[in-house]
């Protein structure tokens, strides 16, 4: 099939992010909670916020709308809130307390952030970020998140990639579950204060827009099967990010876009879909059983060291390698930041070793971390404070002891930058429907850096919604839903009629089936490396499994019932449409930025080449027949873009 | 490698249940034991049979969600790992290998190998939290901890929920699981205003979600995937002894 660019999507009108104040960027947050209109407390009680997802965005939001006193109802479709996959976050958070007094400042966190995303993010909610940043800790630890900790009784700091200071707090290879805790915890107080209605084991499977406003979802209540309609004053998603689109990733198997989706098939327009994160460090594919991909704490390039063979087909042991005969290559290509380069540029090197025929492990598609130096230097039991559950973890999966053999590691899908577009008060464009979290487009650009998803889904759940939401609760509470009404009983009819028509196909082929040949699509077409040439073939071919998938799909069970088929089955069927999207999306922007890389944009050595002149927007689509783009300039007054260099 | 696996099959809170074989073939020694299930669930479907129900996520160890009786041993052979990190290389090619939902009264069976842990969050919903409410943080270095008890806490901290404690548990005591918050909210400075309420609060709830009383068994630590100690149950009755004095 030929597709040409052109009659793939439709150009929109320019947007702009209205809520942003202008004027000097250290007090611009100040400012809009200043302009923010207020919502007394008494008035509060009779206003509900629906927050959908429960991590570290959603957990932390609910909690803290609901101290507020707001009513909050809560959605998750785990069995319980603390179980969210923010809780595998490993290595850490970022915050600029410079309490290692080497240099660090809001402005260079800022700074960082803003070059690390490879100057696709606003300046304006970066900077805003790297504020909240310190006040997350001091949240964290008045609620007893046990951060690692010095002699002196004092918190300990670690460096991740992208910066040159340490400014990294964690607890052990465990950050995201400890923060997650501290949130599921404020949670379950306010659940028990009944400011809070937790509603596990649901799912959304559609937004209710009401006279252009978002109020209220449809659900599934996973046990029973029985669908139902929930209406409040404003809608919270943070329903985490798409990774799982490419079937293996770092995900939990449940994440999905479906939440996410919905809401854009509703109007609210999706930004950046084809900026996915690739981490560098995750454990090698070891078989075609394989269902998720396991990711190694990128902390653990602080001490190890990347190498492969210097020749291609060299098939000795590692330990049998001479030192001259290994290529430490991130070291030797980027002197200045060495292992430590962001995860972008480490994944996309591991991918050149690789084709070169240098990688290791079987099939070639690996790289070592070694070590060996490391345990030297500081000693076995230092190394083994310091990552022991990661070493635990690794051994367990692989039967390797990375105390003795190097580790292997390949890149794998990571985290999603794209999402939901969202306005400096996390506001989408649907009004009342607010996105935080991964689940928004806003502050990473085109690459995150290590430690800042934790950063941003508490600085969103803590700091930020819940006083941007004020401004536009302070007009409510708005007008009783009918349930009767068309918009309502259309939302529902919709989630009803689309999961009767996945259990009327009965075809001869399963879910995971159709979900692991669009990963593979995804990865070989849309994944580490893009062309035109091979975007344009993916779109033919995901469109035509798409119609397969709706042809031949099997789902076994009824709707009535607990049934996992049936789950995945929906969630399947959105990722084929955004898959679409994100190809789109890559197809259209002719440059590498961060985690995007097209092969036709880069520099005679191989690195990202940027087009500032034609590319420095967020792309934000609109749903329709065809996707319309409308395009939101980025404009930098204080970090001035340039080529981003780790050399 | 080949398994003759026995699963339970019960379709919802009404029905009796009951054990059925299947025999499962061609599976790589690399795979989890999850996978493992994932390839009976696969070929299940084809076969138009109801594919079994389990609860699962993170597939890495820390969500808590997974947990089998894996030949009556709560996440399998293993020690200290989930069932989603257990693989089919630590099974002999041919075992027979039953598989069993957690058992408690406090964990009603949902359908097949899910169970209702919604017993746990109650618990914490008593008193597992430091009131802090946002926003009113004092600065993070205004009070140091003592590495020693910051470890402590932590270690404490990394209980996961998942339940096997309970499942092990000749009683069906949730005391490990409470032991574990009370310790790690006890042992930081944070914690201490409500230290006392919160153990007296957690033990109330506890008994009352159906759990039953700790004998010291000490089943709940030998199958607890993150080594959490039975000297933090020793812990627990410490305060709570203390608090009621006190009260």
């Known amino acids: ?647 | 490698m080949d398994f003759q696996v026995r699963v339970w099959r019960q379709s919802g809170p009404g029905d009796r249940g009951r054990m059925v074989g299947y025999d499962v073939t061609d599976i790589s020694p690399d795979a989890s034991f999850l996978e493992m299930l994932d390839v009976l669930n696969e070929k299940l479907i084809l076969d138009g049979d109801d594919p079994v129900a389990f609860d699962h996520d993170c597939r890495e160890g820390i969500c808590g969600m997974c947990g089998l009786m894996i030949n009556g041993v709560a996440h399998g052979p293993e020690r200290a790992t989930t069932t989603c990190q257990l693989h089919m290389r630590h099974f002999n090619d041919g075992d027979r290998i039953d598989v069993e939902p957690w058992r408690a009264a406090a964990f009603p069976v949902v359908k097949d190998l899910v169970v209702d842990r919604g017993a746990f969050d109650s618990i914490i919903q008593a008193g597992g939290y430091i009131t802090a409410p946002t926003g009113a943080a004092p600065e993070a270095h205004a009070t140091p901890v003592p590495k020693a008890d910051a470890d402590a806490a932590f270690e404490a901290a990394t209980c996961i929920g998942c339940g096997a404690c309970v499942a092990a548990c000749p009683n069906g005591s949730s005391m490990l699981f409470t032991a574990a918050k009370v310790s790690h909210l006890g042992l930081l400075p944070q914690g201490q205003p409500e230290r006392d309420s919160r153990v007296l609060d957690m033990i109330e709830a506890q008994d009352a979600a159906g759990f039953g009383g700790c004998s010291n068994a000490g089943e709940c630590t030998t199958v607890c995937p993150k080594g959490i100690p039975l000297t933090l149950i020793g812990r627990l009755n410490a305060d709570y002894r203390q608090a009621l004095r006190k009260s």
Request: net charge negative; aromatic share 10%.
């Open chain 1, 1 to 647: 099939m030929d597709l040409d660019e052109r009659d793939l999507y439709e150009l929109g009108g320019e947007i702009r992010d209205a809520a942003a104040p202008d004027g000097p960027i250290e007090t611009r947050w100040e400012r809009r909670q200043f302009a923010t209109k207020l919502v007394n407390p008494a008035n509060r009680r009779k206003l509900t916020v629906i927050v959908v997802g429960t991590g570290l965005a959603g957990g932390s939001a609910a909690a803290t709308l609901a101290e507020a006193g707001y009513r909050v109802r809560s959605y998750c479709y785990q069995d319980s809130p603390r179980r969210a996959h923010s809780i595998a976050a490993q290595g850490g958070i970022n915050a600029a307390k410079n309490y290692r007094n080497d240099g660090d400042s809001v402005y260079r966190l800022f700074y960082d952030t803003v070059k690390g995303g490879d100057f696709r993010a606003r300046e304006a909610n970066v900077y805003r970020l790297a504020q909240l940043s310190v006040n997350i800790i001091d949240q964290c630890v008045a609620q007893g998140v046990p951060f690692a900790r010095e002699y002196g009784g004092l918190l300990d700091n670690r460096s991740f990639g992208g910066a040159q200071v340490s400014r990294t707090f964690y607890a052990r290879g465990q950050t995201g579950q400890q923060l997650l805790l501290g949130a599921y915890q404020a949670m379950e107080r306010q659940i028990a204060a009944g400011a809070i209605e937790m509603n596990s084991r649901h799912e959304m499977l559609e937004l209710i827009v009401v006279a252009g406003r978002a109020r209220g979802i449809v659900v599934r209540d996973l046990v029973t099967g029985e669908i139902t309609t929930d209406f409040a004053d404003a809608v919270v998603l943070a329903s985490g990010g798409y990774g799982n689109v490419f079937f293996l990733s770092t995900n939990a198997k449940g994440c999905n876009v479906t939440a996410s989706w919905r809401a854009h098939r509703k109007g609210a327009l999706f930004a950046n879909p084809c900026y996915t994160q690739i981490h560098p460090t995750c454990i090698p594919e070891s078989g075609t059983h394989q269902s998720k991909l396991t990711l190694m704490s990128e902390s653990l390039r602080n001490d190890g060291r990347v190498w492969v063979p210097r020749v291609s087909g060299d098939s000795r042991k590692p330990g049998d390698i001479p030192e001259d005969e290994r290529d430490y290559y991130l070291e030797r290509i980027y002197p200045s930041f060495g292992n430590l380069v962001p995860r972008d540029i480490a994944s996309r090197a591991a991918k050149n070793v690789c084709d070169e025929g240098r990688g290791v492990g079987p099939g070639g598609l690996g790289v070592y971390l070694d070590f060996a130096d490391a345990i030297e230097r500081l000693g076995r039991a230092s190394v083994e404070e310091k990552y022991g559950n990661l070493f635990e973890m690794y051994q367990r999966i692989t039967g390797e002891d990375p105390y003795l053999v190097p580790m292997r590691i390949y890149p794998a899908v990571h985290y999603t930058m794209g999402g939901l577009w969202v306005d400096y008060d996390l506001q989408s464009t649907i009004p009342g429907l607010f996105v935080i979290g991964e689940a928004n487009f806003s502050d990473h650009g085109a690459n995150r850096l290590g430690a800042s998803a934790l950063m941003q889904g508490l600085a969103d759940g803590y700091f930020v919604l819940p006083n941007t939401i004020n401004d536009y609760l302070a007009a409510g509470p708005f007008e009783k839903v009918d349930a009767a009404s068309p918009d309502v009983v259309g939302a529902r009819a919709a989630v009803q009629e689309r999961l009767d028509r996945l259990l009327a196909i009965d075809g001869d082929r399963t879910v995971d089936s159709f979900h692991r040949e669009l990963g593979h699509l995804m990865w070989e077409y849309c994944g580490m490396e893009r062309t035109a040439e091979g975007l344009t073939k993916a779109i033919g071919l995901i469109r035509g499994l798409r119609d397969e998938f709706w042809a031949r799909v099997k789902v076994p069970g009824t709707g009535e019932q607990l049934n996992q088929n049936l789950e995945k089955a929906g969630r399947v069927a959105d990722f084929f449409e955004l898959a679409e999207l994100m190809c789109i999306d890559a197809l259209h922007r002719r440059e590498s930025a961060g985690g995007h890389f097209r092969a036709e944009s880069q520099t005679p050595d191989g690195e990202a080449l940027r087009h500032d002149d034609d590319f420095s927007y967020v792309a934000a689509w609109a749903y329709g027949e065809k996707p319309t783009l409308h395009r939101e300039p980025l404009d930098f007054t204080y970090v001035h873009p340039s080529t981003r260099s780790y050399k």
